[in-house]
């Protein structure tokens, strides 16, 4: 237990520790400034800039780098070295606030989606201090890793961050808004919380890199199940094996040293997948954490040599993975905004912030589908393991009917929990106020919000910063309706009539069933929800008019900055259907096929060496038949490879990305989809020692 307390936080630079190696007003001025109520100066930053500086060095520390997120969904940097030349030719390590505040580096080739010119090549990297730096790396060459924003020459956001903080921002505003109508005098900040559940697969070294698909998509474009898969449930929350449990023993460590909050893990449904969970933290911290932790699994699988799949659907037929972001809002003087314990006759409050989620879900339903419109979660939303596409919120009957029943609750007697008695002797234990409805994507989970489409591989940043922009955009107008209600009712009376008149609007966005049933999809149809089935219907949300203004006057995303990411987007699915396709011509016709030719050709011979033996026809039946069914499969997969191979020529001579897009989805996708069957079927009708690539039962039950 001492070790692990010793351990956490070691290689983090938290604010302990700026305090313990700065002047007092240094310190004060640093959580005035990271509270947005002073300008960092450049004094103040020298100061702090050697403080962290003494710090790694103490540490072995030899390089620092601007840690910053662009639109690739990964993150990126570019180490320099503390040490400098004095004018007498002597070294010296050096850190000035010039270096901690600001980086510059030629950063032309990540997207930006018309933004800019390519030949244009400056970007700045500007200091997130409101998150904390970390030591990466092993002894005689670790790196100070400054957590940054990264933007244009005029300022364009580039990155996930930028949005996510802007939108924080407007978000701690209204609420505060809402905070000193509501009679709450104490609250002077408010945080944006969330918790991410990640999932990931884990496959053999050895079988990795013989999969190109796997290899170089990310997901394999061929493979069938073996004759068991999940549906024994065996793997969900099982033993965890010793070469598992190792690796994870390592990963937990390596992320408490950076101050990694890494609470949870466990084995996932899908034989090889897993699960991490971090504990909460605000929303810009947990979001850089959790690219740590991407970034963690993947290096620390390697050192047990193992490779970690982050591929929403790496493997067909089995469950995908998803990442779950628990969100809510919170003051700075402990309260969850969302709790409904908060509830009582003198404190409505929890149901002006209730009935904020449910009207914005509501009107932007669609854009916060396109945050989770990727191609590997194509694969996924709608599986028997995912949400389904159709955005809805999940309540459970005790919040659907306070609210249908606003003016009759009796706040005095109202109890949001329960004790429940299981029959024999063990401890009572307290029931929530509503089940989890797994098939919900997003759902009231207690005292939070669980938006569970976004896939794993992606940053959630790009779903926060929407939903904390459209709670922020309805708080606003709430602002305005309270404002002028309280001038004639009070504050119970006008969050009653504030219910009364939103929730039918917006009722119709909360759904407690199934959402698996094909009857809600028909039900969702009659109350008008979109159903956006993948990333080509999803995407456009990004560009219509309302998104638009919904971050133009929220300061969050100018409207070209919106149009730069449905470019980016477009273009990343374009990237990845031609890595897919591509990589399915080339295992096609450069390993299945002449491998099938020489199958056929050994088959044959033995056959007909037989035959020279016995006289009798009727013993190679079969034989005969498995051949003519594995030579017909043969002839389907070659014309299938060229049918694929000149519609992907087609599609890559299609200028508009968007066009080729469609392409890809309507005329490219479905011969792949083809092609994947017939080499699936005639895997079954070959020896498994003798497949020329590993197997399903290969990499998803070897570890």
């Known amino acids: 237990m001492n070790n692990l307390l010793e351990n956490f936080g070691v290689n983090c630079f938290s604010e302990k520790n700026l305090k313990n190696r700065v002047p007092d007003y240094v310190f004060k001025k640093f959580l005035k400034i990271k509270e947005g109520k002073e300008e960092l100066t450049i004094e103040i930053a020298d100061i702090i800039a050697n403080a962290i500086k003494m710090w790694a060095l103490e540490k072995g520390t030899t390089h620092f780098t601007h840690w910053f997120q662009p639109l690739t969904e990964l993150t990126a940097e570019k180490h320099e070295s503390f040490i400098s030349m004095n004018s007498d030719g002597t070294s010296m390590a050096k850190f000035s606030g010039k270096e901690l505040i600001k980086g510059e580096s030629d950063t032309s080739s990540f997207p930006n989606g018309g933004l800019r010119s390519t030949f244009e090549a400056r970007g700045y990297t500007a200091w997130d201090i409101s998150s904390p730096m970390f030591l990466r790396g092993e002894e005689g060459c670790k790196t100070l890793y400054i957590p940054t924003a990264f933007v244009g020459y005029n300022g364009e956001a580039l990155d996930k961050k930028v949005p996510l903080l802007r939108s924080i921002k407007i978000l701690r505003n209204e609420a505060l808004k809402i905070q000193k109508l509501l009679g709450d005098n104490e609250t002077d900040n408010i945080n944006v919380t969330l918790g991410v559940e990640q999932e990931y697969f884990l496959v053999d070294k050895n079988f990795f890199y013989k999969r190109q698909d796997l290899a170089l998509s990310g997901r394999t474009v061929f493979g069938c199940l073996p004759p068991k898969g999940q549906e024994m449930n065996d793997h969900y929350y099982g033993t965890i094996k010793e070469r598992i449990e190792t690796f994870m023993a390592e990963l937990d460590n390596e992320l408490w040293k950076v101050g990694v909050m890494s609470k949870t893990k466990h084995n996932e449904v899908a034989p090889n997948q897993f699960e991490i969970a971090l504990m909460f933290s605000t929303a810009n911290v947990a979001i850089d954490q959790n690219q740590i932790t991407m970034d963690m699994i993947k290096k620390v699988a390697n050192r047990h040599n193992l490779v970690a ?395």
């Open 309 to 703: 799949l982050l591929h929403e659907k790496p493997f067909a037929g089995v469950n995908g993975s998803g990442k779950h972001c628990n969100w809510s809002i919170a003051t700075n003087t402990g309260i969850n905004l969302y709790d409904p314990d908060t509830l009582s006759k003198d404190n409505l409050s929890f149901l002006v912030y209730l009935m904020a989620m449910i009207e914005g879900v509501d009107k932007y339903a669609p854009v916060l589908r396109a945050t989770t419109a990727t191609p590997g979660n194509d694969h996924r939303l709608g599986g028997h393991e995912a949400p389904p596409a159709i955005i809805s919120i999940f309540l459970g009957e005790q919040l659907e009917n306070l609210l249908e029943n606003i003016e009759n609750i009796d706040f005095d007697h109202k109890s949001t929990t329960s004790e429940l008695e299981i029959g024999f002797h063990i401890p009572k234990i307290q029931k929530d106020i509503s089940d989890r409805n797994r098939t919900s994507p997003m759902a009231f989970t207690g005292n939070k919000f669980e938006f569970r489409m976004p896939g794993s591989s992606a940053s959630p940043a790009t779903p926060t910063f929407v939903l904390n922009t459209i709670i922020a955009d309805v708080l606003k107008d709430y602002a305005e309706y309270l404002e002028s209600a309280l001038k004639t009712q009070s504050i119970k009376n006008a969050i009653i009539s504030l219910v009364k008149e939103r929730y039918p609007k917006h009722k119709r966005i909360i759904f407690n069933g199934n959402g698996y049933e094909q009857k809600w999809v028909d039900e969702a149809t009659k109350r008008g929800l979109p159903n956006l089935k993948n990333t080509i219907e999803g995407l456009p949300a990004l560009i219509e008019e309302n998104t638009m203004q919904l971050f133009e006057r929220n300061d969050v995303l100018t409207r070209s900055e919106s149009m730069s990411r449905f470019h980016v987007y477009t273009e990343r699915y374009n990237k990845q259907c031609n890595i897919e396709i591509s990589t399915a011509i080339r295992i096609a016709r450069n390993q299945i096929y002449p491998f099938v030719i020489k199958y056929i050709s050994n088959l044959a011979k033995s056959i007909h060496r037989a035959r020279k033996i016995f006289n009798e026809e009727e013993l190679f039946a079969f034989d005969i038949n498995l051949l003519r069914e594995i030579i017909l499969l043969k002839n389907d997969i070659v014309v299938l490879t060229d049918d694929l191979d000149k519609k992907l020529a087609e599609a890559l001579k299609i200028e508009a990305d968007y066009h080729r897009a469609l392409f890809y989805h309507d005329n490219v996708l479905p011969i792949l989809k083809k092609l994947r069957t017939s080499v699936d079927a005639l895997e079954l009708k070959i020896a498994s020692d003798a497949w020329p690539i590993p197997s399903y039962y290969d990499l998803l039950f070897n570890l």
